[in-house]
């Protein structure tokens, strides 16, 4: 005679695929999750080492930015020489941007929405991070300039703390992509403003000046209509985006310095707990 599976032995079985399931797939997903990170570190790796090559042959500064063309001076232009592959700066943002980063046929680098942004600073303009304040090609005052403006990058020389400071990092920002924190980090978030989130749950992957990577926990915050991205340590943040912690900075110089001038940075960088910032959950 022959035997069947009963209803009861075919439910036994399914339970049993079930919670095999149930167990099996957060594994594959940290499994994936970790293979990510691993692929993100190495990318900044990368990179920070071209950016230190870079440095040498350039008198020991590191890139610059400006106004004008061949996407006005990102690093992702500056250092091609040291690093062709252009897909390097692309890779996990998740809401589907144009990727299509190319070399042209005149020699020049066309950017897409990458996922790799430079450290101009917290504000992004104000001698913060791995360049020196904006200026304006005509040597006359930034607000109002019509000349095209340029930050020039600084020196390892001046960095107080260059195995803590920033050089590149994970960011939304686009198309010319910093990590700057006021207004900049989270320019196209596709997420809910949930911290975990953000990149790999809450963490994002950085080189440091020094060209050591590492993954960094971050938070995001709502300051009045601006979206504030930030490390979820102080001293981080402080290090991270101060050349010198207790040097003085002049956030916005392109509007007329609405709120004062001679910031010492370190107090610059507390401006959000200040204003009231409301910081997002995990």
Not at 186 to 207: C, E, H, L
């Amino acid at each position: 005679m022959k035997r069947a599976f009963t209803l009861i032995e075919l439910l036994v079985v399914i339970a049993i695929i079930a919670i095999l399931a149930a167990i099996l797939f957060p594994v594959f997903a940290q499994a994936k999750t970790a293979a990510k990170k691993t692929a993100a570190l190495n990318n900044m790796k990368n990179i920070g080492t071209a950016s230190k090559l870079y440095s040498a042959d350039n008198d020991d500064t590191f890139p610059s930015v400006y106004d004008g063309p061949n996407c006005g001076g990102d690093p992702i232009c500056t250092m091609y020489p040291y690093i062709k592959n252009l897909q390097i700066w692309h890779g996990y943002r998740q809401n589907g941007a144009p990727q299509n980063t190319r070399l042209n046929a005149d020699g020049t680098v066309s950017r897409g929405w990458n996922d790799i942004g430079y450290n101009w600073g917290w504000e992004i303009r104000g001698a913060e991070g791995m360049i020196n304040e904006e200026r304006c090609n005509n040597g006359g005052p930034v607000q109002g300039c019509t000349a095209g403006r340029f930050n020039t990058g600084k020196s390892e020389t001046q960095l107080a703390n260059p195995s803590q400071m920033f050089a590149f990092g994970n960011t939304y920002d686009t198309p010319r992509q910093t990590i700057g924190g006021v207004g900049w980090f989270f320019d196209r978030f596709p997420g809910s403003r949930r911290n975990n989130g953000i990149y790999f749950g809450a963490q994002v992957a950085v080189v440091m000046a020094d060209s050591s990577a590492k993954m960094i926990p971050w938070k995001g915050g709502t300051l009045g209509t601006t979206l504030v991205g930030t490390p979820k340590n102080f001293t981080t943040r402080v290090n991270g985006y101060c050349a010198d912690p207790e040097g003085r900075v002049n956030p916005f110089p392109r509007d007329g310095f609405p709120l004062g001038t001679g910031w010492l940075c370190r107090d610059w960088l507390a401006y959000p707990e200040a204003a009231g910032v409301v910081w997002w959950t995990d």
